[in-house]
């Protein structure tokens, strides 16, 4: 029993030297990473020293954070206009066709600008219907302006609608991510609780 006891004692004490040595090792490797932050690895210059893995996740970084930029972009110009009434109703021949407004979504977009809210002449655009057309469904359409400030000059002078009795109906919208959205319904609702 005695020797059973020694025998014992002696692999726990190699365990633990096993454990102080590992340990030791990996306190150094983490003294020796401080100096070195996630910007020093994927940072400009040096490359051919960085691990092939290392220099694919900073260009994905970087790639996302570029199409993230655009999408914000694009979307800062655009608006959704709800409840304008479908142009044609002849079949369209491509899915493009689907999309693509008649001349009388045109049409209204120009009146709507120029007798409506005031334009002396009306901006650039393109229009487009968003989802597939079905029966008894209104399509919104989305609107792309090639400024970002006639966008803003139209969202300014969205309070002359309310007086047209024939536009009562039509609604009027930015053009968000989940994102943009929760932070506006956050400020919003923050300003009317002040």
Excluded at 7 to 14: A, D, F, T, Y
Excluded at 75 to 100: A, L, M, Q, Y
Excluded at 136 to 143: G, Q, T
Aim: proline share 4%; net charge positive; glycine share 2%.
């Amino acid at each position: 029993m005695n020797m059973e006891m020694n025998n014992i004692k002696l692999k726990m004490e190699e365990i633990q030297e096993k454990i102080n040595t590992n340990f030791d090792s990996l306190k150094q490797s983490l003294d020796s990473s401080k100096a070195t932050s996630w910007a020093d690895i994927v940072g400009e210059g040096e490359n051919e020293k960085k691990p092939d893995f290392v220099q694919k996740i900073a260009k994905q970084i970087t790639d996302t954070q570029k199409k993230l930029t655009i999408s914000r972009d694009d979307r800062e110009k655009n608006i959704i206009i709800f409840n304008v009434p479908e142009g044609s109703s002849e079949t369209p021949t491509t899915p493009e066709d689907n999309s693509k407004p008649s001349s009388k979504e045109n049409e209204f977009f120009n009146s709507l600008c120029s007798e409506n809210l005031g334009y002396d002449e009306v901006p650039e655009v393109e229009l487009v219907r968003l989802g597939a057309k079905r029966e008894k469904h209104i399509r919104p359409i989305k609107v792309s302006f090639r400024q970002s400030w006639d966008k803003r000059k139209l969202l300014s002078n969205l309070y002359k609608l309310k007086l047209d009795e024939k536009l009562k109906n039509i609604r009027i919208a930015h053009v968000m991510s989940e994102d943009d959205r929760a932070e506006n319904k956050k400020n919003s609702s923050h300003k009317l609780t002040r």
